[in-house]
């Protein structure tokens, strides 16, 4: 039944799985006292539900835009099941945005293969991780991608090599002067940020540790079956998806580093997992087996996300 659903790209999917987050997201806001929640507080969640949403939306652009997928809606269920497989990620405001500045970045670096403006698209993206690393300092390290694009596509021109840097001096002087202007703290508090922290004992619940190993073993499957199947894939698409791979591995990265880490610092590599399982579903022609896939990852997911709610 699932497959079936998600088998093609209809707006009633996008519909469906858009409402499903709108629900879950509100169920995991506020499920305190309604006495307790302030006007800003209120204000506040909009945004953050906007920009989950959003996310879905850029999430199904750059899959569909740049030929990743097939026409179905994989990518956009499993984007969403994940976020809800860590329900503490629908309310950390930071990484939120954070992400969704990635996503944005990804997008340019992505389209890079049509070698159409590539020199905007370098600066857009590396504007973008710049503006992502205010939010969460270690997703900088997304600049990578950026190095990696070039030597995919354009690394015969040195003008290219010296762009980002030119973006990372337009983002630091932008930032400097608004902390100047509004409060000299926040260089101090983004400078607080660099830290390293490997420390993986922030599991607080047995249902936490299922979700995470629910993930891995998910991750897992999706990673090692891209890597299988890459070379199957046409000539002009091999450089994309090797960077949605190299994308999954920063984003491990990102969260093995960051301090106060929780499963929610996860969100980086929730799309390349997405996109790359994807991919191994429509391998697949056993129609059971692709059921039995989808409805194992959402059943887990749904289970988890209610019993973290208690």
């Not at 809606?73 to 500045?101: Q, R």
């Not at 354009?154 to 762009?163: A, E, K, L, T």
């Not at 960051?258 to 499963?263: I, L």
Request: glycine residues 2%.
């Amino acid at each position: 039944m699932i497959t079936s659903v998600f088998s093609k790209s209809r707006p009633i999917n996008y519909i469906l799985i858009t409402t499903l987050l709108v629900l879950c997201f509100l169920l995991y806001q506020f499920q305190s006292n309604f006495n307790t929640i302030t006007v800003y507080e209120i204000g506040k969640k909009t945004v953050l539900l906007f920009l989950l949403v959003g996310s879905l939306f850029i999430t199904n652009f750059i899959t569909k835009k740049n030929g990743l997928s097939k026409d179905n809606s994989y990518t956009f269920l499993l984007f969403f099941v994940f976020l809800i497989l860590f329900p503490k990620t629908l309310s950390n405001g930071l990484l939120i945005i954070s992400n969704a500045f990635i996503l944005l970045a990804l997008r340019r670096l992505i389209s890079m293969q049509s070698l159409i403006t590539p020199k905007e698209k370098i600066f857009d993206a590396s504007i973008w991780i710049f503006a992502a690393s205010i939010f969460h300092f270690w997703s900088i390290l997304f600049i990578l991608l950026v190095f990696v694009s070039i030597i995919f596509h354009v690394s015969r021109d040195y003008r290219n090599w010296i762009i980002p840097f030119i973006a990372f001096f337009a983002v630091l002087t932008i930032g400097v002067l608004v902390a100047l202007v509004f409060d000299i703290g926040l260089l101090r508090h983004y400078l607080d940020q660099i830290v390293v922290d490997f420390d993986l004992k922030y599991i607080e619940n047995i249902f936490q540790n299922i979700a995470l190993f629910i993930y891995v073993m998910t991750a897992l499957l999706a990673l090692v079956t891209m890597i299988f199947i890459l070379t199957n894939k046409s000539l002009n698409l091999q450089s994309s998806y090797k960077k949605i791979i190299f994308a999954f591995v920063i984003g491990l990265v990102v969260f093995f580093i960051s301090p106060n880490k929780d499963n929610s610092f996860l969100i980086f590599t929730f799309v390349p997992v997405s996109i790359m399982l994807t991919n191994y579903l429509e391998t697949i022609e056993k129609y059971w087996i692709k059921e039995a896939i989808l409805g194992i990852i959402m059943s887990a997911s749904i289970i988890t996300y209610i019993l973290q709610l208690l």
